[in-house]
Every structure is written in structure tokens, then in C-alpha cells.
């Protein structure tokens, strides 16, 4: 259970009680240890509605996004004191802040309950005393005077979570409402924080999130001080009776604070000055991940966290390189040690063959094998609702079912919406890309820079974390007495799957269904899948196929990659899959 955030480096020394106009002009580098933790500023209200494009501004008002983003996210905390209006969250998604509908609507599986101050302990005793108890145990509790802490109901947490990861670029901005796939770049949740009365404290602990806090009724007053565990991969919590959380905790701190001590904040694991706020309603909170604070209750009331979390770059590079060592026999290999062969031996000259992977890797894209352009523009959000989230905790099709099934997808395949869901035979609703009409984003960030490829000469790989099969060879295994219209269904449609082998249940980072409806896409996307399964290299096939030349049983070498960017720059129609392909990641252009 966390809340909140940290790390280091902000704006100006004077810029405390200013407004956007001011801070702008400390654009200055200063250092952060002579800094206090927090820059306070005092706003205009404004309203402030989950659902609106610009929510993370709104929110900052009048403190300019670019300048939170480029010089106080993850460095320092930003305090808004400006009685915002809060109308639209509690009306619209938090039940007018009536406890009894937020416990009944809220996300979490259980309620967590924090005992009063001095219940059942002595009275100098500020150590949290929780129990977990199901949201109906959880309101008498409340309204005798315990603090409860649960998760957001799920409109209000999908809204919040999803805006504040587009709009700070955590994650790539990569979400999954239904909280399912578990190699999504960025993750988040919104808790709920509510008081039936003042004097509940929150001792010093930090957390390992990025986190926003909207005070929507009552006061509390946090402070803070700044901690040395840069990019932390879990809280602290000495606040709380964990003994079982001590050794994790203190192994991941030290991994960049060396001295860093599981106690209060001391000289070993923070430092520079505390400094106190007071939330009132309608104020608006950062605090970044690795910050020591505690939170005390001034006047009861509710407010919410929204605290982000992403994927770390070790995490993603490690899960890459897994996947390619996974090609090799040898690193799939169960590790064994005999009387004359030793593990250790083999494991020295497996790592003998790593600078040949990390150099192959380099030339087949690299970085951009691993982050395509897809996973560079954050998802058009979608809303999932009860019921289909309870559709996701059953992926069990019953037999009378199978039938409509087929029905719905040959219906579904005549659709030629770019990004549709429609069922295929799998009895799965599938994102389904009409790799036809797509059109490859444009810019430098979110798509590919064409015209510089173009310009500098360049070269169409494959990636070697990507792997595209038709649908109809996957279905083709399924028992059912319908083949004739599941091979209707399926036809035309592909399933391509990257970086999947670095996880034990093999998800994919990036799963696409892709359908083609042109004759020569379908030609060009079949020939890809069987240069695969030949161990050749679709790149080469492709670009004959595109130029018109005769494919070759061996498939010799060709290439001519500035021809196929021309193409793509003036939109020519015979190179209709190569856009989908570059922006899903089963292509890479690199430079010569």
C-alpha cells in the first residue's frame, strides 16, 4: 500500500508562492540539495473533469506542463494551492463522497481499514495498525472513526490512470484498462483516502510510484523530505508492523543508496530540509517516487491518489535480450552440473557469444527493434466496463456458443475499420488492423521520420524479436465441427507477436491482428510468414515481391530499401502492408 513519490532537480530557489509567468523566467540549473522538497504555487481555480484532453494542465494550472515535464517530474514535488473545482469528480464519479456507494463501487477486492489513533496501542504508538476487511465490514468501521483506504471506482481510476500516462509520458503511455496483460509498459491505479475525523497520521514511508493527489474535501497537512534511493523499485515503510518487508526493502534501496537504513528519515537514506503544505479542497499535489512524507488528517474529509507506475529500462532490455538468447540451443539449455561438465563452464561460453547477439541485434534495428513506433504513441483509451471485465476472467467458450461465434466473425471480417474489435474463430474480440488503409503516423517521436531516412540511405530489416503466423494456421488445431466458415473467418487475418519469449507465460509486449483484403497485401504478408517458417529473410522476399521481381527459391540478397521509403513517402499503393508493418514492428528501417 503506497501513495506517493520522488527523485531530484527543479525549477528556481525563489520561486516558491509564484505564478507561470514567474517560474518561467527560472529556467536556471540549480542545485537540488539546497532546495527545498516542494515548489508551491498559487493557482486560479478552475474546473477540474477527468475526461478533459488536457487534464495534467488543468490540473498544474498555472504552472506550464512542458516546464513540470522537462524540470520538476520526478525531481521535486509540486504543490497547486488554487480551490480548484472538484465538482465533476465527486458528483460524477465519487457518489457525492457518500462512503457507503465508494466502498460498494470501488475496484479493490478488499477494503483496508487504518485503526484510529492510539487504538489498542500506547499513546505515543505511530505505528499503522490496518486490518483488511470487505467493503461492507468496512463503513461501520469508518463511521467510528478509522481511516480507510481502497481503490477508486473503476470509471474514475481508467479516466485518471490513462490521461495522467499519456499526458506525462510514463510507460510510452502504453495502459490496459482491464489489468490483464502483464508486459504493459505502464501500469497505475487511484486510491481513495477518507477520514471520518481529524488526527490520523500517516508516518514517514516513501513510495516507489509517481504520484498525484487531488484533496476533494477536508485538510491535511503533508510533510516532506527528500530521499537518496534514485528510481526506487519499492517503497520504505517503517511506519508499518512488516518485519517480512524489512530485507526487501533495504536490498532494493541500496542497490543506489549504499548507507540507506529502514528507520525515519536520517543522513543515511535522506537529505536537505522538511517543509510542510496544507491540502485544502480543490488543491492538486505531484510527489515524486523515492520522496519521504507523512500525511496528517486536519480536518477530516476524502481525497485521491493517483499513483503511475512503468516498465524500467532494465526490465524491457533484459526481456528483449531473453528473447533472443531463447533462439539459441545452447541458452535453452537447462542448467545442469555433472561430474565432468560444469555448469559454470558452460555458462562462460554461452556469455562468449553475447557481443555477437548485442551486435546483431544493433544492425536489425536496436532500440527500435524493442520500441516501435506503436509503443511510442499511447492507445486511443477505451473504457472497460464490469461486464467485460468479467468477460476477461473467463476465457471458457461454451459449445453452443461456437457457432454464433463463427457467424459474428465472418460478419466482423467485412468490416474495414482500421482498428475494430471483432471476434475471430479463437472466440476472442480481437483489435483487428486493416493493414490496407493504415496510414503511418506522422513525426519524429511517435512515428518514423521518413524523409531522413530517405535523405541519409537506409536499410528494411526484419525485427528479430517479431513473428507473424496466420490466423488460419493457428485456428486450424481448434476441435470444432465448423471448419468450412472458421476458415471464412480467418482468412485474410494475421497474428503478429513481438518480444514475448522473456516472460515465462510468453505475453507478448505487442500483440496486433492484422487484416489484409488486397490480393498483393495478402501476397505480400503470406510470403512473409512462410519466409519464416524457411528460415529466410522476409525483408528481402518483400521488397522483390513490391518491385515486381520474380522470387527466387533461395531468396537471394536484395535490397533497395530507398526505392520502398520513396514509396512510402509518396504513397504509392503497391507498398500498402509496409506502413502497418514498420508501425506494428515487424519491420525496422535502419540507416546504412
Same mark, same amino acid.
Given at each position: 500500500?503506497?501513495?506517493?513519490?520522488?527523485?531530484?532537480?527543479?525549477?528556481?530557489?525563489?520561486?516558491?508562492?509564484?505564478?507561470?509567468?514567474?517560474?518561467?523566467?527560472?529556467?536556471?540549473?540549480?542545485?537540488?540539495?539546497?532546495?527545498?522538497?516542494?515548489?508551491?504555487?498559487?493557482?486560479?481555480?478552475?474546473?477540474?473533469?477527468?475526461?478533459?484532453?488536457?487534464?495534467?494542465?488543468?490540473?498544474?494550472?498555472?504552472?506550464?506542463?512542458?516546464?513540470?515535464?522537462?524540470?520538476?517530474?520526478?525531481?521535486?514535488?509540486?504543490?497547486?494551492?488554487?480551490?480548484?473545482?472538484?465538482?465533476?469528480?465527486?458528483?460524477?464519479?465519487?457518489?457525492?463522497?457518500?462512503?457507503?456507494?465508494?466502498?460498494?463501487?470501488?475496484?479493490?477486492?478488499?477494503?483496508?481499514?487504518?485503526?484510529?489513533?492510539?487504538?489498542?496501542?500506547?499513546?505515543?504508538?505511530?505505528?499503522?495498525?490496518?486490518?483488511?476487511?470487505?467493503?461492507?465490514?468496512?463503513?461501520?468501521?469508518?463511521?467510528?472513526?478509522?481511516?480507510?483506504?481502497?481503490?477508486?471506482?473503476?470509471?474514475?481510476?481508467?479516466?485518471?490512470?490513462?490521461?495522467?500516462?499519456?499526458?506525462?509520458?510514463?510507460?510510452?503511455?502504453?495502459?490496459?484498462?482491464?489489468?490483464?496483460?502483464?508486459?504493459?509498459?505502464?501500469?497505475?491505479?487511484?486510491?481513495?483516502?477518507?477520514?471520518?475525523?481529524?488526527?490520523?497520521?500517516?508516518?514517514?514511508?516513501?513510495?516507489?510510484?509517481?504520484?498525484?493527489?487531488?484533496?476533494?474535501?477536508?485538510?491535511?497537512?503533508?510533510?516532506?523530505?527528500?530521499?537518496?534511493?534514485?528510481?526506487?523499485?519499492?517503497?520504505?515503510?517503517?511506519?508499518?508492523?512488516?518485519?517480512?518487508?524489512?530485507?526487501?526493502?533495504?536490498?532494493?534501496?541500496?542497490?543506489?543508496?549504499?548507507?540507506?537504513?529502514?528507520?525515519?528519515?536520517?543522513?543515511?537514506?535522506?537529505?536537505?530540509?522538511?517543509?510542510?503544505?496544507?491540502?485544502?479542497?480543490?488543491?492538486?499535489?505531484?510527489?515524486?517516487?523515492?520522496?519521504?512524507?507523512?500525511?496528517?488528517?486536519?480536518?477530516?474529509?476524502?481525497?485521491?491518489?493517483?499513483?503511475?507506475?512503468?516498465?524500467?529500462?532494465?526490465?524491457?532490455?533484459?526481456?528483449?535480450?531473453?528473447?533472443?538468447?531463447?533462439?539459441?540451443?545452447?541458452?535453452?539449455?537447462?542448467?545442469?552440473?555433472?561430474?565432468?561438465?560444469?555448469?559454470?563452464?558452460?555458462?562462460?561460453?554461452?556469455?562468449?557469444?553475447?557481443?555477437?547477439?548485442?551486435?546483431?541485434?544493433?544492425?536489425?534495428?536496436?532500440?527500435?527493434?524493442?520500441?516501435?513506433?506503436?509503443?511510442?504513441?499511447?492507445?486511443?483509451?477505451?473504457?472497460?466496463?464490469?461486464?467485460?471485465?468479467?468477460?476477461?476472467?473467463?476465457?471458457?467458450?461454451?459449445?453452443?456458443?461456437?457457432?454464433?461465434?463463427?457467424?459474428?466473425?465472418?460478419?466482423?471480417?467485412?468490416?474495414?475499420?482500421?482498428?475494430?474489435?471483432?471476434?475471430?474463430?479463437?472466440?476472442?474480440?480481437?483489435?483487428?488492423?486493416?493493414?490496407?488503409?493504415?496510414?503511418?503516423?506522422?513525426?519524429?517521436?511517435?512515428?518514423?521520420?521518413?524523409?531522413?531516412?530517405?535523405?541519409?540511405?537506409?536499410?528494411?530489416?526484419?525485427?528479430?524479436?517479431?513473428?507473424?503466423?496466420?490466423?488460419?494456421?493457428?485456428?486450424?488445431?481448434?476441435?470444432?465441427?465448423?471448419?468450412?466458415?472458421?476458415?471464412?473467418?480467418?482468412?485474410?487475418?494475421?497474428?503478429?507477436?513481438?518480444?514475448?519469449?522473456?516472460?515465462?507465460?510468453?505475453?507478448?509486449?505487442?500483440?496486433?491482428?492484422?487484416?489484409?483484403?488486397?490480393?498483393?497485401?495478402?501476397?505480400?504478408?503470406?510470403?512473409?510468414?512462410?519466409?519464416?517458417?524457411?528460415?529466410?529473410? *522476409?525483408?528481402? @522476399? %518483400?521488397?522483390? #515481391? =513490391? &518491385? /515486381? !521481381?520474380?522470387?527466387? +527459391?533461395?531468396? $537471394?540478397?536484395?535490397?533497395? *530499401?530507398?526505392? @520502398? %521509403?520513396?514509396? #512510402? =513517402? &509518396? /504513397? !504509392?499503393?503497391?507498398? +500498402?502492408?509496409? $506502413?502497418?508493418?514498420?508501425?506494428?514492428?515487424?519491420? %525496422?528501417?535502419?540507416?546504412?
Amino acid at each position: 500500500m503506497t501513495s506517493l513519490a520522488d527523485k531530484r532537480s527543479p525549477p528556481s530557489p525563489a520561486s516558491q508562492g509564484r505564478g507561470a509567468s514567474e517560474v518561467k523566467k527560472s529556467k536556471g540549473t540549480f542545485d537540488v540539495s539546497k532546495s527545498g522538497p516542494v515548489l508551491k504555487l498559487t493557482g486560479t481555480s478552475s474546473a477540474i473533469d477527468p475526461s478533459s484532453p488536457t487534464f495534467l494542465q488543468d490540473l498544474l494550472s498555472p504552472l506550464p506542463r512542458d516546464y513540470f515535464l522537462r524540470n520538476l517530474f520526478r525531481k521535486k514535488a509540486v504543490h497547486i494551492a488554487s480551490k480548484n473545482n472538484v465538482q465533476s469528480i465527486v458528483e460524477n464519479y465519487m457518489y457525492h463522497l457518500d462512503m457507503r456507494h465508494v466502498l460498494e463501487e470501488t475496484s479493490s477486492d478488499n477494503v483496508f481499514v487504518w485503526l484510529a489513533p492510539n487504538f489498542g496501542g500506547g499513546n505515543d504508538d505511530k505505528t499503522i495498525r490496518s486490518v483488511e476487511v470487505d467493503s461492507e465490514s468496512a463503513l461501520p468501521l469508518f463511521e467510528c472513526g478509522h481511516a480507510t483506504y481502497c481503490r477508486a471506482p473503476p470509471e474514475l481510476e481508467q479516466l485518471l490512470v490513462s490521461s495522467l500516462l499519456r499526458d506525462t509520458g510514463l510507460g510510452c503511455g502504453q495502459f490496459d484498462p482491464s489489468g490483464e496483460r502483464s508486459t504493459v509498459l505502464g501500469r497505475g491505479e487511484v486510491e481513495v483516502f477518507a477520514a471520518s475525523r481529524a488526527g490520523h497520521t500517516t508516518n514517514w514511508h516513501t513510495d516507489f510510484q509517481e504520484n498525484f493527489t487531488i484533496q476533494l474535501s477536508g485538510q491535511k497537512r503533508w510533510t516532506l523530505k527528500q530521499g537518496r534511493a534514485t528510481h526506487p523499485l519499492r517503497g520504505c515503510t517503517p511506519h508499518y508492523r512488516a518485519p517480512d518487508a524489512v530485507e526487501g526493502q533495504l536490498k532494493s534501496a541500496r542497490l543506489s543508496a549504499h548507507e540507506f537504513e529502514f528507520t525515519q528519515p536520517d543522513e543515511t537514506n535522506s537529505f536537505g530540509t522538511e517543509e510542510s503544505v496544507l491540502l485544502q479542497p480543490g488543491d492538486s499535489f505531484y510527489f515524486p517516487a523515492g520522496m519521504w512524507h507523512k500525511v496528517e488528517t486536519v480536518e477530516a474529509g476524502v481525497s485521491i491518489n493517483v499513483s503511475l507506475m512503468a516498465t524500467n529500462y532494465a526490465s524491457l532490455f533484459c526481456q528483449s535480450l531473453q528473447h533472443l538468447l531463447l533462439k539459441h540451443d545452447g541458452w535453452r539449455e537447462a542448467v545442469a552440473n555433472f561430474d565432468n561438465i560444469s555448469a559454470a563452464d558452460t555458462l562462460e561460453n554461452l556469455m562468449s557469444t553475447l557481443p555477437g547477439i548485442l551486435t546483431n541485434l544493433e544492425a536489425s534495428g536496436g532500440a527500435r527493434a524493442i520500441l516501435p513506433p506503436v509503443l511510442l504513441r499511447p492507445p486511443q483509451f477505451a473504457m472497460i466496463g464490469e461486464d467485460e471485465e468479467d468477460e476477461n476472467d473467463s476465457n471458457e467458450v461454451e459449445e453452443g456458443d461456437v457457432e454464433s461465434i463463427y457467424e459474428e466473425a465472418v460478419g466482423a471480417h467485412k468490416s474495414s475499420n482500421y482498428s475494430s474489435s471483432s471476434a475471430t474463430s479463437s472466440g476472442v474480440n480481437e483489435d483487428v488492423v486493416d493493414c490496407d488503409s493504415f496510414e503511418l503516423p506522422k513525426g519524429k517521436v511517435q512515428g518514423i521520420d521518413l524523409e531522413s531516412y530517405s535523405n541519409k540511405g537506409c536499410k528494411l530489416v526484419k525485427n528479430p524479436l517479431a513473428t507473424l503466423m496466420q490466423m488460419k494456421d493457428i485456428t486450424a488445431y481448434y476441435e470444432d465441427a465448423k471448419q468450412e466458415e472458421k476458415e471464412r473467418a480467418d482468412d485474410g487475418l494475421y497474428v503478429l507477436n513481438i518480444n514475448y519469449a522473456g516472460n515465462e507465460v510468453h505475453e507478448s509486449i505487442i500483440r496486433t491482428v492484422i487484416k489484409a483484403g488486397n490480393a498483393k497485401t495478402c501476397e505480400i504478408l503470406s510470403a512473409c510468414c512462410k519466409s519464416e517458417k524457411r528460415g529466410n529473410d *522476409p525483408a528481402e @522476399v %518483400v521488397q522483390q #515481391l =513490391i &518491385s /515486381g !521481381r520474380e522470387q527466387t +527459391a533461395l531468396c $537471394p540478397a536484395f535490397c533497395n *530499401p530507398a526505392e @520502398v %521509403v520513396q514509396q #512510402l =513517402i &509518396s /504513397g !504509392r499503393e503497391q507498398t +500498402a502492408p509496409i $506502413p502497418c508493418l514498420l508501425h506494428y514492428g515487424y519491420f %525496422v528501417l535502419t540507416y546504412r
